[in-house]
Nanobody
Framework: VQLEESGRGLVQPGASLKLSCVFSGINFNAYTIAWFRQAPGKEREGVSCIRLNDGTLYYAASVAGRVDISKDNAKNAVYRHMDSLKPEDTGVYYC????????????????WGQGIPVTVSS
């Protein structure tokens, strides 16, 4: 299983941003893809996830209403669209994959991308 994140790294406050996670080696009937964020000096936190077989979604309270997760099974991709970005959204964003699990518990995710740094600054 491999995952790779991509997207713009520097955005202005109030802007929107779409991150992509392209993966391989995953069984669509068994996996959940999650996005985690690690802000500078803080622990990594799970913020959103999507179950690949039926599209069930989870959003942490800290991002609900500003984040939209979607998937494209044909492209082996999951997307994270964020609106109204704030400086506190700055951090490294990771996508990760877990088999037979749905949720934001980091320890359940076995496969990780390398992470993509995002800076929200004017």
């Amino acid at each position: 299983v491999q995952l790779e994140e991509s997207g713009r790294g520097l955005v202005q406050p109030g802007a929107s941003l779409k991150l992509s996670c392209v993966f391989s080696g995953i069984n669509f009937n068994a996996y959940t893809i999650a996005w985690f964020r690690q802000a500078p000096g803080k622990e990594r936190e799970g913020v959103s996830c999507i179950r690949l077989n039926d599209g069930t979604l989870y959003y942490a309270a800290s991002v609900a209403g500003r984040v939209d997760i979607s998937k494209d099974n044909a492209k082996n991709a999951v997307y994270r669209h964020m609106d109204s970005l704030k400086p506190e959204d700055t951090g490294v964003y990771y996508c990760a994959a877990a088999e037979n699990y749905f949720g934001a518990d980091e320890s359940a995710y076995e496969y990780w991308g390398q992470g993509i740094p995002v800076t929200v600054s004017s």
